[in-house]
């Protein structure tokens, strides 16, 4: 059963350039919540993918932008890096759009972007 | 504002003792709560959910939820040094699905 695999695990990029992460779900699974963590920090939700739409969106400016394909896998797209989002960027993946109550996400390794 | 509160520790306790980590959140409408382990340099990896009111155990693992007073509790017991992690408390907060995370505490278990 594979779990939730993000590419690439190491990222450095220079300030004002611009970065995309990819992120399968787990197998079974159709929802893909995106998260920034800093470091001594938990995690920071970016937004959440269901049926190809962003279902809700954390504070985070519209640099920070996201899809969903058909097959459930997702991107997070951040343009004009600057130095604080240096973090690791962590995917979860749930099942049916998160029902309240219910949702269980499991996380994948993460991707650590460095910006210089 | 909505938070999860969690103390940052270190939390120190020697090998074979119970440690006790505890969570504090704001909204007492919240229905879902959750514990991650995170390893340096990992990510976070669940142990425990629990929704209702009282204890979950699983394994070494209790969870303890106190919905009047608001605040979940982790109780690790028979601590071994690779409990060693950063712990993380989550939570839906104000009606939303997507869980909260506090900051974590970090947990040494010394032999």
């Known amino acids: 059963d594979a779990g939730v695999t993000q590419s690439p695990t190491h990222l450095i990029k220079t300030r004002g350039q611009q970065v995309t992460l990819r992120c399968s779900p787990k197998?079974?699974?159709?929802?893909v919540s995106w998260y920034q963590q800093a470091l001594g920090q938990g995690p920071q939700f970016i937004f959440q993918?269901?049926?190809?739409?962003?279902?809700q969106r954390g504070n985070f400016p519209d640099r920070f932008s996201g899809h969903q394909f058909p097959n459930y896998s997702s991107e997070l797209n951040v343009n004009a890096l600057l130095l604080g989002d240096s973090a690791l960027y962590l995917c979860a993946s749930s099942l049916g759009g998160g029902v309240r109550a219910k949702n269980i996400q499991y996380f994948g390794a993460g991707t650590r972007l460095s910006v210089l | 504002q909505k938070e999860v509160e969690q103390n940052s520790g270190p939390l120190s306790v020697p090998e074979g003792a119970i440690a006790s980590l505890n969570c504090t959140y704001s909204?007492?409408?919240?229905?879902?709560f959750f514990w991650y382990r995170q390893y340096s340099g990992k990510s976070p990896e669940l142990i425990m959910f629990?929704?209702?009111?009282g204890d979950k155990e699983d394994g070494r693992f209790t969870a303890q939820l106190n919905k009047a007073s608001q605040y979940v509790s982790l109780l690790i017991r028979d601590s071994q040094p690779s409990d060693s992690a950063t712990y993380l408390c989550a939570v839906d907060l104000g009606g939303s699905y997507i869980p909260t995370f506090g900051r974590g505490t970090s947990l040494i278990v010394h032999p």
């Open positions: 197998s079974g699974h159709d929802t």
């Open positions: 909204d007492r409408g919240s229905q879902s």
């Open positions: 993918y269901y049926e190809e739409e962003e279902r």
């Open positions: 629990i929704y209702s009111n």
